[in-house]
């Protein structure tokens, strides 16, 4: 059976993501060092927590979390997991695992911060991830900045709140959600159940 590995970073939610993941076809553990990553056939970063913080326990496994993504192991980041994918954030200081181009920037301050809640998805680029989700599906946020991608082509999705925002990125084997599919109720389950799938073919 297909392992996931999760990669404990200091962010929260670790335990609600290791539940949803199990409910899927994929044996799923907690990582604390990079030799827990070396045999993982799938990787997760998950939310919740602070850029510049999660870095330092981040720079500990960067260099073979960035191979196992050159050698095409499938990784998921959600929330501050997606924004590690970037090179730099609004939040703080610091330089991220830098797989795609771009900064994360703070939401506007016309809007209500932290965005929490549950919000649309604008369906931009079809593609395994999102099999089975439709125009408008209701998905579940907490996050206070997004991604801006230098490459419009990696953005699968698009949400409005205060700004149209990239809520979610597939790029080869690199998926990211800005919202948090462990608890988004049906679709977010059949989202993990798509990353399964990918998994294992």
Not at 63 to 75: A, F, N, Y
Request: charged share 15%; proline share 5%; hydrophobic share 40%.
């Amino acid at each position: 059976m297909a392992t996931t590995a999760i990669f404990d970073y200091g962010a929260g939610n670790l335990l609600s993501l290791k539940t949803a993941l199990e409910k899927t076809s994929l044996t799923t553990s907690i990582a604390t060092k990079k030799e827990d990553l070396i045999n993982a056939d799938a990787i997760a970063l998950p939310g919740v927590g602070n850029f510049s913080a999660s870095l330092e326990k981040l720079s500990a496994v960067k260099e073979i979390l960035q191979t196992k993504v050159l050698e095409g192991t499938p990784i998921l980041g959600i929330c501050l997991g997606l924004q590690l994918f970037f090179e730099t954030s609004q939040e703080g200081p610091g330089n991220g695992l830098a797989l795609f181009k771009g900064e994360v920037k703070q939401l506007p301050q016309t809007v209500k911060v932290p965005h929490m809640g549950w919000n649309t998805l604008n369906l931009k680029k079809p593609g395994a991830l999102f099999d089975g989700i439709v125009e408008d599906t209701y998905v579940y946020f907490v996050h206070s900045l997004y991604p801006d991608p230098e490459d419009p082509n990696i953005v699968a999705t698009q949400t409005q709140y205060g700004t149209t925002f990239t809520s979610a990125i597939a790029q080869k084997n690199i998926y990211g959600t800005q919202f948090h599919p462990e608890k988004s109720g049906v679709a977010g389950l059949q989202i993990l159940k798509n990353f399964a799938k990918i998994v294992v073919r």
